[in-house]
């Protein structure tokens, strides 16, 4: 009886001091959260109060520049200048774009536009202008400078011309169908892409080219994956990024659009 009583007693005392234990280690995490906490208001307050000079590009309130290399703070200036009237405005304005603002209206029921422009060439010819919102268009910026001809020049060692589109704006549900929400056709923030036209005088097609076989010719594997690098880029600068492999609606084209949903298909 004496054993267990003393058994009993030092498994309390194991108890208490492991609850101990765990009572210091939780006490020093929430002291190096707050620690970090503070620490990070501080770096935040320096940079954005000019008392500390940070290179814009990695200073993430610095505005949003179309021309600097990517790296892991554009991401959030492109979010935060998509999301500033003005600020989106002025990052737009180094893009090049022959444009004109469209008025700010609605069209029907949850359809129109809000800071967007009419565009009648991009970094590329485009064929009939098209119109988009304002970070829409940021984002087609962005996917041409940093995704667009890279993949062009890798692939088919040419550059790209024309991009060839369905078009951008249209007061409808998604693929048009009753009982689904409107599509971001609706408000101007997708656009539609077919193919493309090369320098070299190449046309490369979704409808055409995405199934190219790697075992038919070297022309055709090029192309198909040339095609996927564009897809895979766009990914980076548009929320959703729909292509053949989504489904039989997107056989013939690329659509991008800035949106709520995320996917890369």
Excluded at 77 to 99: F, I, V
Aim: proline share 4%.
């Amino acid at each position: 009886m004496f054993s267990f009583v003393r058994a009993m007693q030092a498994f309390s005392a194991g108890s208490k001091h492991h609850r101990g234990m765990e009572e210091k280690r939780s006490d020093r995490r929430r002291l190096m959260g707050l620690l970090l906490l503070l620490l990070s208001m501080l770096v935040a307050w320096t940079v954005s109060s000019g008392a500390a000079r940070v290179p814009d590009a990695w200073n993430p309130w610095a505005p949003l520049r179309i021309d600097a290399p990517p790296n892991m703070l554009t991401g959030f200036k492109l979010a935060r200048a998509s999301a500033d009237r003005e600020a989106c405005r002025t990052a737009l304005s180094q893009a090049g774009m022959r444009l004109s603002p469209i008025d700010d209206r609605e069209t029907g029921p949850a359809c129109g536009f809000d800071n967007a422009f009419r565009i009648e060439h991009t970094s590329v010819a485009v064929g009939e202008s098209f119109a988009l919102s304002c970070r829409a268009a940021l984002s087609l910026a962005m996917w041409e400078r940093h995704g667009l001809q890279q993949a062009a020049q890798a692939r088919l060692g040419a550059r790209v011309d024309r991009i060839e589109h369905f078009g951008s704006y249209a007061c409808r549900n998604i693929q048009g169908q009753d009982g689904r929400r409107r599509s971001q056709h609706a408000t101007a923030d997708a656009l539609d892409i077919a193919g493309f036209m090369l320098d070299d005088g190449r046309r490369v097609r979704v409808v055409a080219d995405w199934d190219a076989s790697p075992q038919g010719s070297t022309v055709d594997a090029a192309e198909a994956m040339f095609l996927r690098d564009v897809r895979d880029s766009a990914c980076r600068w548009f929320d959703a990024v729909l292509g053949p492999d989504y489904n039989a609606a997107h056989a013939d084209h690329f659509h991008f659009d800035r949106g709520p949903a995320r996917i890369c298909r």
